[in-house]
Antibody
Framework: EVQLVDSGGGLVKPGGSLRVSCAASGFIFSDYGMNWVRQAPGKGLEWVSSITSVSDYKYYADSVKGRFTISRDNAKKSLYLEMNSLRAGDSGVYYC???????????????WGKGTTVTVSS | QPLLTQPSSTSASLGASVTLTCTLNSGYSNYKVDWYQQTPGKGPRFVMRVGTGGIVGSKGDGVPDRFSVLGSGLNRFLTIKNVQEEDESDYYCATDHASGAGFVWIFGGGTKLIVL
């Protein structure tokens, strides 16, 4: 069974840092690109960042560029998001999600974690 | 880049059919769109991907046969037949976009489905 378990959320002061993690199981982690998607309280889904299967490309939403860093450890089957210079607007639930694909291209984000909550407040 | 527009809410009676709409902006009629279901307090669930030719790839795990998709012009539709109480959720559409500037995922604002 494909499983993604998000962890590492918590309360952090504005300007602070936090690292959230996602542990994968049930599939060959190194075959898939991965993503972070967040959801502010009462709001919709917002894409944050993506990384290719072997970390050769990393992409970021403009709202987090220069502050957040996505990374992965294929040996540990884990995905990470290092968040610096955090703002109140970064508060929300952070989900990791797997990018499914085949020879025709991307097929969507077909597996999601349950999310981890980040609260930025003084 | 593409933008996705969804009505903020819709309702359907128990046992009826309902169609949710996601509209791309002009110039992006060839884009494929994903549908995601999110029940309150839970993570999103992949439903299926749709292009103008219909479903792309497979449905998400456990998605009932009552769910189907269609694509026409700039619109991507998700139809739920025989609506059940458990279908009451927020539904988001999304698309991926690659350009010289990089890669992004874009989400629509979501449609809240209320089951009456």
């Amino acid at each position: 069974e494909v499983q993604l378990v998000d962890s590492g959320g918590g309360l952090v002061k504005p300007g602070g840092s936090l690292r959230v993690s996602c542990a994968a199981s049930g599939f060959i982690f190194s075959d898939y690109g991965m993503n972070w998607v967040r959801q502010a309280p009462g709001k919709g889904l917002e894409w944050v960042s993506s990384i290719t299967s072997v970390s050769d490309y990393k992409y970021y939403a403009d709202s987090v560029k220069g502050r957040f860093t996505i990374s992965r450890d294929n040996a540990k089957k884990s995905l990470y998001l290092e968040m610096n210079s955090l703002r109140a607007g970064d508060s929300g639930v952070y989900y990791c999600a797997r990018t499914n694909w085949d020879s025709s291209g991307v097929l969507g984000m077909d597996a999601w974690g349950k999310g981890t909550t980040v609260t930025v407040s003084s | 880049q593409p933008l996705l527009t969804q009505p903020s809410s819709t309702s359907a009676s128990l046992g009826a059919s309902v169609t949710l709409t996601c509209t791309l902006n002009s110039g992006y009629s060839n884009y494929k769109v994903d549908w995601y279901q999110q029940t309150p307090g839970k993570g999103p669930r992949f439903v299926m991907r749709v292009g103008t030719g219909g479903i792309v790839g497979s449905k998400g795990d456990g998605v009932p046969d009552r769910f189907s998709v269609l694509g026409s012009g700039l619109n991507r539709f998700l139809t739920i037949k025989n609506v059940q109480e458990e279908d009451e959720s927020d539904y988001y559409c999304a698309t991926d976009h690659a350009s010289g500037a990089g890669f992004v995922w874009i989400f629509g604002g979501g449609t809240k489905l209320i089951v009456l």
